[in-house]
């Protein structure tokens, strides 16, 4: 499993991207609902998901990592899907899904 300090700066830039995606969904008044949904979501529980890396618990960082990842799967098949994204939010989507996946498999 990776350092503490490595989990933590690996989850701030999580954060950034999930804030990132927050910030294109804002500006895109046509984004769909789920899309919007599942990125609010991702926020709320990166706060909680923030909490359990202080607690240097790893089963309860593990279970946040897999509970935004899947979040992210989510978004990212909304964006897969077609509809109104623009190449801003699935970039965004993309990011946030690729680190989400990335710090999953470093973790387990």
């Known amino acids: 499993m990776l350092q503490a300090n ?5 989850f701030t830039a999580i954060s950034q991207a999930i804030g990132q995606a927050a910030q294109a969904c804002s500006a895109d ?6 899309l919007f949904n599942s990125i609010q979501k991702m926020g709320k529980q990166s706060d909680q998901a923030l909490a359990a890396f202080m607690s240097f618990d790893p089963e309860r960082i593990k279970k946040m990592v897999a509970d935004l990842e899947q979040l992210a799967d989510r978004a990212k098949q909304v964006c897969s899907n077609g509809g109104n994204v623009t190449p801003q939010m699935k970039v965004a989507v993309n990011q946030m899904h690729d680190q989400l996946s990335s710090l999953k498999k470093q973790i387990a």
């Open 29 to 34: 008044s046509d984004v769909p609902s789920e």
């Open 6 to 10: 490595e989990i933590q700066q690996r």
